[in-house]
């Protein structure tokens, strides 16, 4: 015979069947944890390696050549389509064209390479916050926005998944 209990909860009567509604629950929990695992290991399973050292390279005026001109010119091409290729969905829906990026691209690097003292810490908040700039960037700033926010260590995901591990354990 199944053991049935009743409670409340904010006035309102709850009627389970405990051994079946314990082992559903378990189930569906499971279920759903090992869909949202599965979903955020296939995310962030293509940014491992080649794409964040391409994001690096890009966001990082420090990597860049200095003193000559062609090199600089054709610096980061590369790295640009692998990082378009990448975020190319996200990119076309906030209104971005590879074509516009690459444009704007040798524009940004002369720019930011006549800067006197370039402070990574502050470069990118800094032409975010000049409207002339922002605006003459538009597109490569959608790139950049999206790069410095990408996790440049899986620490943060991993304390994730471990969070996530120990309440589908629970």
């Known amino acids: 015979m ?29 279920h759903r944890l090992d869909t949202v695992i599965g979903q955020i290991t296939t995310c962030f399973k ?7 050292k391409a994001a690096a390279i890009l966001t990082d005026p420090k990597e860049w050549p200095k ?12 790295e640009l389509q692998m990082v378009w290729d990448h975020f190319e969905k996200i990119l076309e829906d906030k209104g971005s064209s590879l074509e516009d990026i690459q444009l704007e691209w040798p524009q940004l690097k002369v720019f930011v390479s006549r800067l006197p003292c370039v402070q990574l810490s502050t470069l990118w908040q800094d032409i975010f ?3 002339k700039q922002k605006q003459r960037f ?9 790069m410095i926010v990408l996790p440049m260590a899986t620490a943060s995901l991993e304390c994730g998944f471990s969070a996530i591990k120990r309440i589908k354990s629970d």
């Open 2 to 30: 199944q053991e049935v209990a009743d409670s409340k909860y904010k006035d309102i009567e709850l009627n389970h069947d405990t051994d079946n509604s314990r082992d559903q629950f378990q189930k569906t929990k499971d």
């Open 67 to 78: 003193n000559d001109p062609e090199e600089l010119a054709s610096f980061g091409n590369k």
């Open 129 to 131: 916050n000049d409207d």
């Open 46 to 52: 293509s940014l491992e390696g080649e794409v964040l």
């Open 138 to 146: 538009s597109n490569f700033l959608h790139l950049v926005e999206l």
